[in-house]
Structure formats: structure tokens, C-alpha cells
């Protein structure tokens, strides 16, 4: 029987959590690339009507926004994987690579214009932080935890 707490057992589904909110700007920006004024507008950055007037720059933010949503795509794809897998079996370079998400929203929270987008940072920041924190002695206590979906490793 595994002595891990429950919240370390399931701190896993936080980053899943992160990406499933992650994937739906993802989804939507491959789709419909020129969804992406709605985002920059709710960060408090809208895209100027004079770029969206002209043909060639209208296709260029179309194309920067598909960019942009192959790059969330991506980023949310690893963090599924790693949550799924490496921070399951406590693998020390897992809780390390999640300081990206306390480090992204916080980096957010310092871009984004006022507004509840902005403030919404504060809660993802809190969260993961939370996250890391509660779960440092699992990683770094010099014991091997079993991972939920997979065996513990022998290396």
C-alpha cells in the first residue's frame, strides 16, 4: 500500500485541469484562426481594425493565430504526458518541468492588461504553486512513490 497522501496521489488531474483550459484557446485558434481578436481583446490588447482591413496582413494575423494554436497545442500535449506518466512515478525532473505553468501565468499575470483575464493569473499561479509545494517531500524525500497508472521504476 502506498503511503502517498491524496492530494499527492491526485495532484496529477491539476495539470490536467491546466491543459483541458489550455486545449479549448488550442482547438479554437486551429479552427478559426481569426477568433484570436476575441483573445487579444480579453487581454486587454486589441488587434488594430487597420492591420484587419488590409487582405495580406488580415492572412498574416491568420497565420500568426494557427502558429499560436499549434504552440498551445504542443505545450498541452507534453504536460498531459507528463502529468499522465513522469509525476505519477515521482520522477524528480516532472516537478521541475511543471514550474513552467507557476512561471507562464505568472509572466501572463505581468502582460496582460487589467481586467478579470489578468486577475483569473492570479488563481492558475496559487494553484500550481500550491501544487509544486504540496508535493515537494514526495519528490525529494529520497523515496520512490508508485505512480497511479504505472509500476514503479527500478532506475
Known amino acids: 500500500m ?7 496521489k491526485y495532484s496529477w ?4 485541469l491546466i491543459t ?3 486545449l479549448i484557446p ?25 492591420i484587419l482591413s488590409d487582405a495580406n496582413e488580415s492572412a498574416f494575423v491568420a497565420f500568426v493565430m494557427r502558429w499560436i494554436g499549434t504552440i498551445l497545442l ?3 500535449a507534453l504536460t498531459i504526458f507528463i502529468a499522465a506518466t513522469a509525476w505519477q512515478n515521482g520522477k524528480k525532473w ?10 507562464m501565468f505568472a509572466s501572463h ?13 492570479i488563481f492558475w499561479v496559487a494553484l500550481t504553486l500550491a501544487v509544486l509545494g504540496s508535493n515537494f517531500n514526495r519528490f525529494f524525500s529520497g523515496k520512490r512513490q508508485t505512480g497511479v497508472l504505472l509500476r514503479e521504476s527500478r532506475i
Open 74 to 76: 504542443g505545450g498541452n
Open 2 to 8: 502506498s503511503s502517498e497522501k491524496w492530494y499527492e
Open 26 to 50: 488550442a482547438i479554437q485558434l486551429l479552427i478559426s484562426p481569426m477568433s484570436g481578436q476575441t483573445f487579444f481583446a480579453g487581454f486587454g490588447y486589441p488587434i488594430p481594425e487597420s
Open 20 to 22: 483541458l483550459t489550455g
Open 13 to 16: 488531474l491539476v495539470f490536467i
Open 94 to 103: 516532472a516537478w521541475f518541468a511543471m514550474w513552467y505553468w507557476s512561471l
Open 109 to 121: 499575470y505581468l502582460m496582460y492588461g487589467d481586467g478579470f483575464l489578468k486577475n483569473l493569473q
